[in-house]
């Protein structure tokens, strides 16, 4: 570490992109942050990326727009990036970087620290086992999510990921407890119309004051997208490991952050792998997804959503691919539901929540919650077989059975799928809905439910008992 912080480097080898190259430097580390001044005295902050004998690559968070290669000066200041967090930050917008958005004051109290995160014991971990509720059906009832989970949202450009989003951050709970909640959204890359309705969304609900709102919009330096999510995330640290709250993060969009990566890879001319993406693009978002869970000596938790659009709607493009290798399960919007005008357009056959049977069932939700979900599930998928059927033959073509199936596919996808950006349905209402709509298959078509289950919750009506 620089001993004299008075110590200043006067001038640049070269700028590249969002990067400046400082020769002379000593006793530089990486991470290290930088104050830059421009030729104005402008202050800028960046981040060591790499020290090659004795030059510093340096990531200037402010983008590096009007540097002069001879007048720039740099000031090593020999510790990492860190944020002043506290509990005063819920209710308030701010930057990538933990700074007010909103015109007002900084954040009181609290304690600064690194963005990096500290490491958690694998062994310390608890495994995820508390069901959290949305109030969306499709989520809730088919594709739980269970606090301390990695559940990320797979969309596509159009489809309404942010409704989606701000309806998830209005009406997420945790039923029927008294433990303090709290929800962080990170936007990054977003438009400001976007970031906007997120704003007034969260306004108009009521919502805002327990919620903190990271944003990097669009016309933000690109690189200060990879440190709005670390932002978030030590906040979340806190909040959940030090003042025992139970925190959901939601990270929109991660395909905007992987873009900034790309950029600084590319800028420090990197051998590029996958889609020109960098090579270490897995460790660098699992050295995020994995700051989500429990541990055994804290009472709090972090739930985690990473949001993130497949480019050309490719569930193997890089971006979906490796965060479904890191996470418990994805939740898939689909294009031809929203085409139908349903939303949210979530397809009930791609979509999964590994973590569901371990937070949902008799003592959480209900008994029948994974019956329930597994019946729809094949039933679904039958339909789906069927429509395949008749987009060849011809629906008349088929027997009465498989048009019951292609009825129940209707109205599981106008009923229960189909649902108000502002409604707000608990579990034992997804669940009853669940069963009306099953009820319009005949009983002995409900393999995957117990007799006593079908007693209790089946809804005969005419027309279900067709006959073999």
């Not at 970087?97 to 609290?110: I, S, T």
Request: aromatic residues 6%; contains cysteine; charged residues 25%.
């Amino acid at each position: 570490m620089i001993q004299d912080k008075a110590v200043q480097y006067v001038g640049l080898e070269r700028v590249e992109g969002p990067l400046v190259f400082v020769e002379g430097v000593q006793d530089v580390g990486y991470n290290e942050v930088v104050e830059v001044r421009d030729q104005r005295g402008n202050r800028r902050v960046g981040q060591v990326l790499e020290v090659n004998r004795d030059t510093a690559v340096v990531l200037v968070l402010g983008g590096t727009s009007g540097l002069s290669g001879s007048e720039t000066r740099s000031r090593f200041l020999g510790e990492p990036l860190q944020i002043r967090v506290s509990e005063d930050m819920l209710g308030r917008t701010l930057d990538g970087l933990g700074r007010p958005m909103d015109n007002g004051p900084e954040p009181l109290g609290g304690e600064l620290r690194s963005i990096e995160g500290s490491p958690m014991n694998p062994y310390a971990r608890q495994y995820p086992s508390e069901f959290i509720q949305t109030g969306i059906s499709i989520i809730d009832g088919s594709n739980s999510l269970i606090r301390g989970q990695k559940l990320p949202i797979f969309s596509g450009s159009g489809l309404p990921h942010d409704q989606l989003v701000a309806q998830i951050v209005r009406q997420a709970t945790l039923p029927d407890e008294e433990s303090q909640f709290a929800v962080i959204l990170v936007a990054m890359g977003v438009k400001n119309d976007t970031a906007q309705f997120y704003r007034n969304s969260f306004e108009e609900s009521g919502t805002l004051s327990n919620v903190a709102l990271f944003l990097s919009p669009a016309d933000r330096p690109s690189v200060e997208r990879i440190q709005a999510p670390r932002s978030g995330l030590t906040l979340a640290e806190y909040l959940a490991f030090d003042r025992d709250m139970h925190v959901l993060v939601l990270l929109t969009n991660m395909t905007n952050y992987c873009e900034a990566l790309r950029e600084v890879g590319t800028a420090r001319g990197e051998i590029p792998a996958r889609k020109g993406y960098p090579g270490y693009l897995y460790s660098d978002l699992a050295s995020l997804y994995e700051r989500a869970g429990r541990i055994t000596d804290s009472e709090g938790s972090i739930t985690l959503m990473p949001i993130l659009t497949m480019p050309s709607d490719d569930i193997s493009h890089p971006v979906p691919d490796l965060t479904g290798y890191i996470t418990e399960g994805q939740i898939v919007c689909d294009r031809e539901l929203a085409q139908k005008g349903i939303y949210p357009p979530v397809g009930p056959l791609p979509s999964l929540s590994r973590l569901m049977k371990d937070g949902v069932g008799e003592g959480s939700t209900r008994a029948d919650h994974m019956p329930v979900s597994h019946q729809l599930y094949a039933a679904y998928a039958r339909a789906q077989d069927i429509r395949g059927l008749a987009s060849i033959l011809g629906e008349e073509e088929l027997s009465p059975r498989d048009r019951t199936y292609l009825e129940f596919a209707d109205a599981m996808e106008q009923e229960y799928l189909q649902q108000g950006e502002y409604e707000n349905r608990d579990i034992e209402e997804t669940l009853e809905l669940a069963w009306k709509i099953l009820s319009r298959l005949p009983r002995r078509e409900l393999s995957r439910l117990s007799e006593e289950q079908l007693d209790e919750h089946y809804q005969k009506s005419a027309g279900t008992e067709l006959e073999e």
